[in-house]
């Protein structure tokens, strides 16, 4: 069975990642910065930060308008992975549109947040829709590559402007700041923004490197190990995110989760956490003609693997968390690790990129949650002084890096087990 995409690790792929992880990056460092400076000013000053304490927090977004140039320089190569130029109209409409996103998202943007013009930053939110629907349409008919062009780059542009608009809510000086002049007083870590960026990124890169052929240096099969794994796998992160949301809002523990007084006792429990983890492992029984393998000892090894990991994770990780006990979570993340580690050697086995995205994918996941529960209100800060942390970091690293981890899982367990 001949993959439905393949994507060339030439010019226009690997300028297009490298470009997307720079924007990806200045983003969130001017963000996290603007958020955490600013916030901390109007702190300090009782309410009334100078000018200067606002300028000195919103750095000159250089990152985020390099990673947009590197990013519309790609549109210049062809998909096959060659060097030659190619400056046909549909690629320079594609560049012209990736330049006025860097244009209209960078100082522009910066200005009428930081000097709260409403009016402003409505029509260059519009102007900023609108370019990303001019670049979706010139990108997918530069591709050729039909609907699937059109669908990953709709989705991928979709949940980019949506993950704007999420981190705006919550975080601590975005809709609050704009509408009432002042931090937001509950700011969420556990939203949906990160993970909604880096996701939709990634689909807009499929959707602007891939083309189609009986192979290449990466694979994707529109099939059901594909969907199944990526089901399953993405979805491992509004799930952990649900469990976490209701605990850092301060969900009453009762046994194997909270409550239920946010999302339902079902989805702040530990059954989706196992559900997921259970189908994660079944996709590895499922061939890419659509066919039930028959399964031998690595098949059976990867989905009790799957299973110990949702135990640990869903139900030693996250008692020991609501009981405060941080002895225990460290022990049991030090199996949490392995457990990854053993998974992802699995996976990876046949050698190959499924073994290169499962170790990344691994660390990432592994470094995501280290990180959030660091910058989270009921994390480690919470386990150690038992009350909540007074600074939680809404632009923590480790929603953005727990995603990125769970695509290239996502990625490697769709590739074929030999």
Not at 17 to 23: K, W
């Amino acid at each position: 069975m001949n993959p439905n995409l393949i994507i060339e690790f030439g010019p226009r792929s690997l300028l297009s990642l490298a470009g997307i992880l720079i924007l990806m990056g200045g983003v969130w460092y001017v963000d996290r910065t603007w958020d955490e400076k600013a916030s901390a000013a109007y702190e300090r000053t009782n309410g009334n930060p100078s000018d200067k304490d606002l300028d000195t927090a919103f750095p000159f977004p250089i990152a985020f308008i390099l990673g947009w140039i590197i990013f519309a320089a790609a549109y210049l190569f062809p998909l096959n992975g060659g060097t030659t130029l190619d400056f046909n109209p549909l690629n320079i409409a594609a560049i012209v549109f990736s330049l006025l996103l860097a244009v209209v998202a960078s100082v522009p943007m910066g200005d009428a947040v930081r000097h709260r013009k409403a009016g402003k930053k409505m029509k260059l939110s519009m102007m900023f829709v609108l370019s990303w629907l001019g670049l979706t349409i010139t990108s997918g008919l530069s591709v050729g590559t039909g609907a699937s062009a059109f669908i990953f780059g709709g989705l991928g542009a979709i949940f980019i402007i949506a993950s704007m608009k999420l981190l705006w809510k919550y975080r601590k000086m975005g809709d609050s700041w704009e509408q009432d002049g002042k931090p937001n007083p509950n700011p969420i870590v556990y939203n949906m923004g990160g993970p909604l960026f880096v996701l939709g990124w990634f689909f807009f890169w499929i959707s602007m490197s891939g083309t189609t052929g009986a192979s290449g240096d990466l694979e994707i099969y529109f099939n059901l190990r594909t969907t199944l794994a990526f089901f399953a796998g993405c979805g491992m992160v509004p799930i952990v995110m649900m469990l976490d949301y209701a605990h850092d809002e301060g969900g009453k523990y009762i046994g194997l989760g909270t409550s239920g007084a946010h999302f339902g006792r079902l989805f702040e429990s530990i059954v989706p956490f196992l559900t997921m983890w259970i189908l994660f492992g079944v996709a590895s029984f499922i061939a890419i003609d659509n066919t039930f393998t028959n399964p031998d000892t690595r098949h059976w090894l990867l989905l009790v693997t799957c299973i110990l990991q949702a135990l640990t994770a869903g139900g030693l990780i996250q008692t020991a968390l609501y009981k405060g006990n941080m002895a225990n979570k460290r022990k049991f993340s030090m199996i949490f690790v392995l457990l990854f580690l053993a998974l992802a050697i699995n996976i990876g086995w046949d050698g190959g990129l499924a073994r290169y995205f499962a170790l990344a994918g691994a660390a990432f996941v592994i470094a995501g949650q280290m990180n959030v529960f660091k910058d989270r209100k009921r994390g480690d800060y919470w386990m150690i002084n038992k009350k909540p942390n007074p600074n939680p970091i809404v632009y923590s690293i480790g929603e953005p890096l727990f995603m990125t981890g769970w695509i290239l899982l996502s990625l490697a367990m769709s590739q074929p087990i030999l």
